[in-house]
């Protein structure tokens, strides 16, 4: 453990203010400064790839991204995946034990959290001794990425097999996957993908490559499946311009989906893009004319681009098919008061 507390940095994620915020002054009394927070696992996972950090302290239950999903893309990503990381909770199963130990866990609080248990479970975190298991597959991981880089595949897939008989990891099968698709063995890549998913479900990068590989096998409906999976766990995790990409691979293979439109119309609305978000709404809307939320997310596109009559149509319409939308009759009452 670092001598010096203020060495080591801590991100607290908790949609729970006051729980942060409680956590951060234990942190504080504790000697330990160098505090950052979150108000969920999307918010976390943005400060994580913008500065180091050397623990992380998550609440298991939050809204957008819950800390397991965190722990689970943090684990495949191999810039992030050796920082501990602590999740909180007000009680703790056996099902929440074995699903966060698959991701690597470093360990669990119970609510109320005491400052005695607080800084016991840190000190655990630093006074661990080595695993040298661990330590040994790390090596092995090294040195089959360098092996890749040269295009040595059969030496780096062989060294990747050693790390599976010490532990399975979803990003190991994921460069498997890689390898089989270089050397043009599809369907050996579409396992080794299959398996990274099956360890980690929140591994885009690995349903990203599926897709390719399916594309190349010319199976255009599971290229389509793969990539819209990889769109939806980009645009969790706020990376948009990778969700965008995924989103327009599955329009190049079906026109007709909706969801896509929608999900791209969310992207360009986040990204200030009104009239793109626009479009892409009434493109859904060509598909499904009959859907009152994209009714509604086309209203607020329609309003943050200055276009208030248009907005008041598509709010009509969505409430027309829906006379409970709530939210719509609340934004369309907006509208007529002239907010």
């Known amino acids: 453990m670092p001598s010096d507390r203020k060495e080591l940095s801590f991100l607290i994620a908790s949609n729970l ?4 915020t409680a956590l951060t002054e234990m942190l504080f009394s504790l000697g330990y400064s ?3 927070q979150a108000s969920d696992g999307a918010k976390a996972y943005s400060i994580l790839k913008r500065r180091p950090i050397s623990i992380i302290i998550s609440a298991w239950d939050m809204p957008q991204m819950s800390g397991i999903a965190l722990l689970k893309i943090i684990s495949a ?11 909180v909770a007000s009680s703790i ?6 699903e966060a130990g698959k991701s690597g866990v470093s360990g669990f609080l119970v609510e109320p959290i005491k400052k005695a248990e607080l800084e016991k479970r840190i000190e655990a975190i630093f006074k661990a001794p080595s695993d040298e298991k661990i330590d040994t597959a790390d090596e092995y991981f090294s040195k089959a990425k360098k092996l890749i880089g040269q295009g040595k595949y059969d030496e780096a897939l062989a060294m990747y097999k050693k790390i599976l008989q010490v532990q399975e990891s979803a990003e190991v099968y994921y460069n498997i996957g890689y390898i089989k698709t270089a050397q043009s063995k599809f369907d050996e890549a579409i396992i080794a993908f299959r398996k990274a998913v099956m360890i980690n479900n929140l591994h885009a990068i690995a349903y990203k490559s ?4 399916y594309m190349k096998k010319d199976d255009p409906h599971e290229a389509e499946k793969c990539f819209e999976k990889a769109g939806e766990i980009f645009l969790e995790q706020n990376m948009d311009n990778e969700a965008e990409a995924a989103f327009n691979k599955v329009l190049e293979l079906n026109p007709n989906t909706v969801n896509v439109y929608n999900s791209l119309g969310i992207i360009f609305r986040k990204q200030k893009k009104y009239r793109e978000a626009a479009q892409n709404y009434q493109m859904a809307l060509k ?3 009959e859907d009152e939320n994209i009714y509604y997310n086309l209203a607020r596109a329609m309003l943050e681009s200055k276009r208030a009559k248009e907005a008041k149509k598509a709010l009509e319409r969505a409430i027309a098919l829906n006379p409970d939308f709530q939210e719509a009759k609340n934004l369309l ?5 002239g907010f």
Not at 17 to 20: A, D, H, L, S, T
Not at 210 to 213: A, D, F, L, S
């Open 210 to 213: 599926m897709g390719e590989v």
């Open 77 to 87: 990503d191999e810039k992030l995946y050796r920082i501990p990381f602590i999740i």
């Open 333 to 337: 009452k907006a509208i007529e008061v």
């Open 93 to 98: 199963s056996r099902e929440m034990v074995i």
């Open 34 to 36: 160098n505090n950052e």
């Open 17 to 20: 203010y006051e729980k942060r």
């Open 287 to 289: 598909v499904d004319p």
